[in-house]
């Protein structure tokens, strides 16, 4: 009697091609759950701007163009002072992610509860990838009047107090070139600017990596852009801190009920199961290979 084991193999073959698809399909379906809920926010918050009188010179279609336009951009070093007087240079800053953003200190209500609202997306930032992760540049662009003391002012009254966190004021100069590397439209009126509600990030290297809009962000429009600068686009100096860099990349996501971002296990521990189960059928398929009798020969 001739005995033969090549339907085996072939079922076991089979079991390990769907079940190394279905580990693929939920990583990928990770992927887009976080692609979708990264770019929702910056679909439904429009650019707004001050609900002043519209000023003559604003567009707010060509706003947004110029803005889009500053991607990929490397933004210039710039001399700022903070409210004690220090001195601030971006090119001190460079090694890790910047997040930029623009108010004017006389404004009574929509620059303060932009950076109020700033504030808690970036807390969970912080929370989420480290307290020293990345940096956060306020910036006053009505240059006469926002004096390192205004913005000093300015931060005091909105309670922030946060490492890596600078209030600053500039030169016009300075602001004039700057606001063309970002991208950030503003025109004076009658009541105070209209101007580009927007948060530029920066990444390591000085390039503008994305813009964040709306009065009211959500934490995926900043965390998601960080998570891939930090752990995705940063060349990590061996392959297990890659390794490393790539769990967190996947693994660290946001839940919508709580607001906030957490470690997923679940994502981890399937791979590590779905990584068993080949290994365990890689080995009872070589372990019945070898004890098949070879073809041709007789039992």
Request: overall charge negative; aromatic content about 10%; proline content about 5%.
């Amino acid at each position: 009697m001739i005995t033969t084991s090549n339907k085996t193999p072939a079922y076991l073959l089979l079991f390990m091609g769907l079940l190394f698809m279905g580990s693929a399909v939920a990583v990928e379906e990770h992927a887009h759950e976080m692609e979708a809920i990264t770019t929702e926010p910056m679909q439904d918050h429009d650019p707004a701007m001050h609900q002043h009188e519209k000023g003559a010179d604003y567009n707010e279609k060509a706003a947004l163009a110029l803005s889009q336009a500053a991607m990929g951009q490397t933004v210039g070093d710039y001399d700022f002072l903070d409210g004690s007087g220090k001195q601030i240079t971006l090119e001190s800053m460079r090694g890790k992610p910047v997040l930029i953003s623009l108010i004017y200190t006389s404004c009574y209500h929509i620059c303060p509860t932009v950076t109020t609202n700033l504030e808690k997306i970036v807390e969970i930032a912080r929370d989420a990838l480290g307290d020293d992760s990345f940096s956060v540049l306020t910036i006053g662009f009505d240059t006469p009047n926002d004096t390192p003391d205004r913005m000093r002012l300015f931060a005091k009254q909105r309670n922030i107090d946060i490492n890596n966190w600078h209030f600053v004021s500039a030169s016009a100069a300075t602001m004039k070139d700057l606001a063309q590397d970002l991208g950030f439209s503003y025109f004076s009126t009658g009541k105070g600017f209209d101007h580009m509600i927007q948060a530029t990030l920066i990444d390591a290297e000085g390039k503008i990596y994305r813009q964040i809009y709306g009065m009211a962000p959500e934490p995926p429009a900043l965390v998601e852009p960080l998570k891939e600068i930090l752990y995705g686009k940063q060349v990590a100096a061996t392959p297990i801190e890659g390794w490393i860099n790539n769990i967190k990349l996947f693994c660290t996501v946001y839940d919508p009920a709580t607001g906030r971002y957490h470690f997923d296990y679940s994502l981890f521990i399937a791979l590590g199961v779905g990584l068993l189960l080949l290994g365990g059928t890689a080995w009872f398929i070589v372990s019945a290979w070898r004890k098949s009798p070879a073809p041709g020969s007789v039992k």
